[in-house]
């Protein structure tokens, strides 16, 4: 079946360095990728996607490539901040089968002055 | 706001007792989930709702049932808790690609 495993946390980085959270899948066909962000105590807001092979989302400076030779989609800042504190969830469906989302564990990042 | 709407926000039970978690949406979408957060174990599908009037297991469906009302409207029943559903519960929308949307979650807890 589908699966996606994220790199495991706690991560702690300081103010503007540089963030990468790792993620890889395996999954039949063709699936689309997610990344969803969890602040505390919200629900889960999609952060970025990419549907498919070397599409590249992005948002509020984070950004994923949809790498299908090595089945990841690493999540990349250049520079973080205190407020992107929170929980990171690497996710996939397959829509030519069903809409379901399968996530990874998710990945807290917390960020210090 | 359009959105997913959970109710209640909070809730302790004792085990064996039962409650229904509400979930409603205004956005016309066809598919609903409830999904379960647990420490370590990310999100984990317990039931979706294909379209008004289909419902089908998820990956955890033991111990909980669901009605879909109609198209706004996804409830998940809780008959007799367990401390094992101790847990924070999330209920989704789905638009194709554009994602979902959740709600804002229940945290349950079973003693």
């Known amino acids: 079946g589908d699966s996606v495993t994220q790199m495991e946390g706690p991560v702690t980085l300081s103010e503007e360095a540089f963030l990468t959270i790792n993620c890889t899948y395996t999954a039949t066909g063709y699936p689309s990728l997610f990344w969803y962000v969890q602040y505390p105590g919200e629900g889960l807001q999609l952060l970025l996607k990419?549907?498919?092979?070397?599409d590249k989302g992005s948002n509020k400076g984070f950004e994923a490539t949809y790498r299908k030779e090595t089945t990841s989609f690493h999540l990349e800042k250049g520079s973080v901040q205190v407020s992107d504190s929170a929980v990171y969830f690497c996710?996939?469906?397959?829509?030519?089968?069903?809409?379901?989302?399968?996530f990874g564990t998710g990945t807290r990042l917390t960020i210090i002055p | 706001n359009a959105g997913v709407t959970q109710t209640p926000k909070f809730q302790v039970l004792k085990t064996g007792q039962s409650m229904t978690l509400q979930c409603a949406q205004d956005m016309n979408h066809n598919s609903m989930y409830w999904y379960r957060q647990d420490p370590g174990m990310g999100l984990r599908l317990i039931y979706y709702?294909?379209?008004?009037?289909?419902?089908d297991k998820g990956e955890v469906p033991n111990g909980y049932n669901v009605s879909r009302l109609n198209k706004r409207e996804f409830s998940l029943r809780l008959e007799s808790a367990a401390p094992s559903q101790t847990s924070v519960y999330f209920c989704?929308?789905?638009?194709?690609?554009?994602?979902?949307?959740f709600g804002s979650g229940t945290r349950l807890t079973v003693v």
């Open positions: 709702s294909a379209s008004e009037g289909t419902t």
């Open positions: 996710a996939l469906t397959a829509l030519l089968r069903n809409e379901k989302l399968t």
């Open positions: 990419a549907t498919k092979a070397d």
């Open positions: 989704a929308s789905i638009s194709g690609l554009r994602g979902y949307t």
